[in-house]
């Protein structure tokens, strides 16, 4: 069903500008044909293959965060982890839109509430689970993985903890009020209970609260053990912040980049900043549909836009891996022309977007937030970058969602359960959609691209003066200034962008004269990935006043956790540092939704984009649909079905002979001709 959506989103976007596709994807295709046929009029060979490798390209450069989100989420670093790490306790399943207990790991669950509200998950492992050395998995190893992800020291080696309020006991355990973490028990080896405390009740996806994943503390914290005196788990040694240093920053071996004691379907084997190496990991039991990992040896790098479909035509690459740019997405079309070639395409579940720095003294003003808003042309950018293969987005949503594909019409709405009025669901599932477009029209209508309007919210909230101090004249003063308790403040404001990234050229010549227009200098700063996500995430000083990124959501969607008010003057948790009690309380309603609860979460979905919108933390700028494109060569690649290409390749494999289950690649080939942890590039 998610491969149907992904491709029918693909065909309607592509259909307004069909003709125009249409002779462009043509005279591409005689220019390919021109590069590749031999002198002598033959047809482009085949690209010959290690049938024991696979080289997979993405157009986003790994940062290293191989262990963990909490240095930061580049979507190239979570595929590695989700290549690697394995056996959480949850997953989703893709196909009844649910969290489950993941069957090979979890043998049994009990659920309990106690007087008090509290609610208990007691979970049973299985005793075959082992790390790729052959070391047994227990209970204690998903503790430890608790416990070292929520410790207020990570900060000290330029991490942010993991906020899991949702456990009882986690506030009195990171302040040090309790020496244990009262909510996690380890009862024996093979059972770990885990208690929600009432206050997080309900959550929509509440078994999504205990996803957690194995970790060695043997290797992370040597001379440390996790125990439970019947208070809770807590870790007993010399557990400092000295140590945890040493074991995962260190350049050449520290876990961070580099974990070598792992239980995925691979292992890491190396890693030098561009290119990473694995194997197959021997001890690994299977996924939850009982595949196993066919392909020896996998090498995942980067790959430039201008040049990937040239390298996988050549043989250099057999997977490119979320392909978003229109010009490569295009040429992707011709190489499968040739026959050796097959694409996959899937809506993108996270968006593009401009983050303000809330902090700094000129874009504190919500009305300036506003103003800079109307002064971008979405349309045009969605247009320079991703073609008619993204569309824009007005809020904190991707196209991939279900609930923004449940109210697009993209996705269908529930059938009735037994005693459900069919007539009834279906006028509040029309009610839903009817909401939504008047909410979008109101949000378009706001933002339309008007630096006039722009320049309206700046007068009025005070944006008079110019650089003297004297009424700001449009056409004669440059930037517009305003008296704050600092000083005199202008207009003039800086905007950090990934170095490299194609869409530099497009803000300079669609974002910098509206702007000025309206009375706003802008200058782009080209800045390094880690240095730009080091700068979101607060762990560097913030220069800019905006930044320029991207993020795929995580399936479980909670934004409480990104827009909780500032605690003390601090970022924590809150990368934009707006600071607004109503969008937080909206947050927090949404997640509460009772689980299964599709209209109510509907409901606050759509009030929470729209007190987003309004207050303008972010500018939202476009989801879009992503693409790979592979060897006919690779067979049982089913990455409309997962949610990564690192969990679609386990039960893939190479192979010179054709797989008549198999869809024939020419039909996807027929459509496209006819016709994208937390960052991308």
Excluded at 187 to 192: A, E, I
Excluded at 355 to 365: D, G, H, L
Excluded at 548 to 553: A, H, R
Excluded at 669 to 681: C, N, P
Aim: net charge negative; aromatic share 12%.
């Amino acid at each position: 069903m998610k491969k149907a959506i992904a491709f029918l989103l693909a065909l309607i976007m592509l259909a307004a500008s069909l003709p125009a596709l249409g002779e462009e994807v043509a005279e591409q295709e005689e220019a390919w044909e021109a590069e590749w046929d031999d002198a002598d009029g033959e047809e482009f060979p085949p690209p010959a293959y290690d049938y024991d490798s696979l080289r997979v390209g993405n157009p986003t450069r790994m940062k290293g965060d191989f262990y963990t989100d909490m240095w930061g989420n580049a979507t190239s670093d979570l595929d590695v982890r989700a290549l690697i790490h394995g056996y959480d306790l949850i997953r989703w399943d893709g196909e009844n839109g649910l969290f489950t207990t993941d069957p090979t790991v979890v043998n049994g669950i009990i659920v309990t509430g106690d007087g008090e509200g509290n609610r208990t998950y007691s979970l049973s492992l299985y005793s075959d689970l082992y790390y790729c050395d052959g070391s047994e998995i227990t209970a204690w190893d998903y503790a430890f993985t608790l416990l070292l992800s929520i410790d207020p020291m990570l900060e000290q080696l330029g991490a942010k903890p993991l906020r899991k309020d949702h456990i009882l006991g986690y506030a009195e355990y990171i302040s040090g009020e309790s020496p244990a973490l009262a909510g996690v028990h380890v009862v024996n080896d093979r059972r770990l209970d885990i208690t929600l405390r009432r206050e997080y009740l309900p959550f929509f996806y509440e078994l999504g609260l205990l996803s957690c994943q194995p970790s060695p503390i043997g290797v992370i914290a040597p001379g440390c053990e996790v125990k439970d005196d019947g208070q809770g788990v807590y870790i007993a040694g010399d557990f400092t912040a000295e140590l945890l240093a040493s074991t995962l920053l260190d350049p050449e071996t520290g876990y961070r980049t580099h974990p070598a004691l792992t239980c995925g379907p691979y292992v890491l084997t190396a890693f030098d900043g561009d290119t990473a190496q694995f194997d197959i990991n021997p001890y690994y039991k299977g996924n939850a549909a009982g595949q196993l990992p066919l392909i020896p040896h996998i090498e995942y790098t980067l790959a430039d836009n201008e040049t990937m479909m040239d390298a996988l035509g050549a043989g250099e690459f057999g997977l490119l891996n979320k392909v978003t740019k229109a010009d490569a997405i295009l040429a992707g079309t011709q190489l499968i022309g040739t026959g050796y070639f097959a694409p996959a395409n899937y809506p993108r579940s996270g968006l593009t977007f401009i983050s303000f720095n809330c902090e700094k003294a000129a874009v504190q003003s919500q009305s300036v937030r506003q103003a800079i808003a109307c002064c971008v042309d979405k349309d045009q950018l969605v247009a320079d970058y991703v073609g008619n293969f993204g569309l824009r987005v007005e809020g904190f949503y991707g196209m991939g969602q279900w609930m923004y594909q449940l109210l697009t019409g993209a996705m269908a709405y529930p059938e009735p359960e037994e005693g459900q009025d069919p007539a009834e669901l279906a006028a509040a599932y029309d009610a839903l959609v009817a909401q939504w477009d008047q909410t979008l029209e109101e949000i378009r209508s706001f933002y339309a691209l008007d630096p006039n309007h722009a320049a309206l919210l700046l007068e009025l909230d005070g944006w008079t003066l110019n650089r003297q101090g004297q009424p700001f004249v449009p056409g004669v003063d440059d930037v517009r200034c305003k008296q704050l308790e600092s000083g005199l403040t202008a207009l003039e404001l800086t905007l950090a962008y990934p170095e490299g990234n194609g869409m530099a050229h497009s803000l300079e010549q669609r974002l910098i004269p509206a702007l000025a227009e309206a009375g706003i200098g802008l200058t782009l700063v080209p800045c390094e990935m880690t240095a730009l996500l080091d700068m979101f995430y607060g762990r560097a000083d913030r220069d800019a006043d905006m930044l320029y990124l991207g993020t795929d959501f995580d399936v479980v969607f909670d934004p409480s956790t990104h827009f909780i008010p500032r605690e003390d003057g601090a970022l924590t948790w809150n990368y934009t540092g707006a600071a607004d009690e109503e969008l937080y309380r909206l947050a927090v309603e949404l997640r509460k939704t009772e689980p299964g609860d599709l209209k109510t979460y509907c409901q606050r979905w759509i009030a929470f984009q729209q007190r987003f919108t309004e207050l303008q933390p972010m500018i939202p700028i476009y989801s879009n649909v992503y693409f790979d494109f592979f060897t006919r060569s690779l067979h049982s690649y089913a990455i409309s079905e997962n949610v990564t290409w690192t969990q679609a390749i386990v039960g893939a494999y190479m192979s010179d002979m054709e797989d008549e289950e198999e869809e024939e690649p020419g039909e996807d080939a027929d459509d496209l001709g006819e016709d994208e942890a937390f960052f991308d590039d």
